[in-house]
């Protein structure tokens, strides 16, 4: 089984910063694209960033200058830096990973649990 753990949530004040962090556990032969995700109180999950095995990245409109997304293959980490958070940036942040299993033999997308992030006006 494959486990994906977020960490770096919090409380912070508009114009500051936090660093997220995901690391993947478990019987991973590979891992391929990755992505962060949030969901606000009574929206819908939307896209943040995602990541290729390569670095080739994405963002949404919403956050492109301000969040960086980036991985370290080796560890089965993920970070996502974020820079001048607003409050709208207030969410539910997850994980998202495409993991390929060493045995069985199989490839799913896998969520962490998510982390609160509270941007204060």
């Known amino acids: 089984q494959v486990q994906l753990l977020e960490s770096g949530g919090g409380l912070v004040q508009a114009g500051g910063s936090l660093r997220l962090s995901c690391a993947a556990s478990?019987?991973?032969?590979?891992?391929?694209?990755m992505g962060w995700y949030r969901q606000a109180p009574g929206k819908q999950r939307e896209l943040v960033a995602t990541?290729?095995?390569?670095?080739?990245?994405n963002y949404a409109d919403s956050v492109k200058g301000r969040f960086t997304i980036s991985r370290v293959n080796t560890e089965n980490t993920m970070y996502l830096q974020m820079n001048s958070l607003k409050s709208e940036d207030t969410a539910v942040y997850y994980c998202?990973?495409?993991?390929?299993?060493?045995?069985?033999?199989?490839?799913?997308?896998?969520w962490g649990q998510g982390t609160q992030v509270t941007v204060s006006s």
């Open positions: 990541i290729t095995r390569g670095g080739s990245t």
């Open positions: 998202n990973a495409d993991v390929t299993t060493t045995w069985p033999p199989r490839r799913n997308d896998y």
């Open positions: 478990g019987s991973i032969f590979s891992i391929g694209i």
